[in-house]
């Protein structure tokens, strides 16, 4: 098992940048990718940033050169730079974990982020 809680989200002007954190205990040097994942209202829950074991990243087309994922090497904090900000980034931001081991996958709670026009 995995827990994992997100935090800094919050309400930013067009243009402002916020850095969410996700952070991990329990078994987490069975960790094998991590990744930030948001939900707008009306919406599918999509993959925003990955990052794998080996430190290799990803990004949605949407956020690429604007946010930035990093984690510690420990795996047990993860971040997500978020940099001028637009209103459609407004959404509920959770961080996700996958196993070496097995095919579970553990999600945190999420953490608001609302950018105004």
């Known amino acids: 098992q995995v827990h994992l809680v997100e935090s800094g989200g919050g309400l930013v002007q067009t243009g402002g940048s916020l850095r969410l954190s996700c952070a991990a205990s329990g078994m987490i040097s069975s960790i094998k990718a991590m990744g930030w994942y948001r939900q707008a209202p009306g919406k599918q829950r999509e993959l925003v940033a990955g990052?794998?074991?080996?430190?290799?990243?990803d990004y949605a087309d949407s956020v690429k050169g604007r946010f930035t994922i990093s984690r510690s090497n420990a795996k047990d904090l993860m971040y997500l730079q978020m940099n001028s900000l637009k209103p459609e980034d407004t959404a509920l931001y959770y961080c996700?974990?996958?196993?070496?081991?097995?095919?579970?996958?553990?999600w945190g709670r999420g953490t608001q982020v609302t950018v105004s026009s």
């Open positions: 996700k974990v996958s196993l070496t081991w097995s095919t579970a996958e553990f």
């Open positions: 990052i794998t074991s080996g430190g290799s990243t």
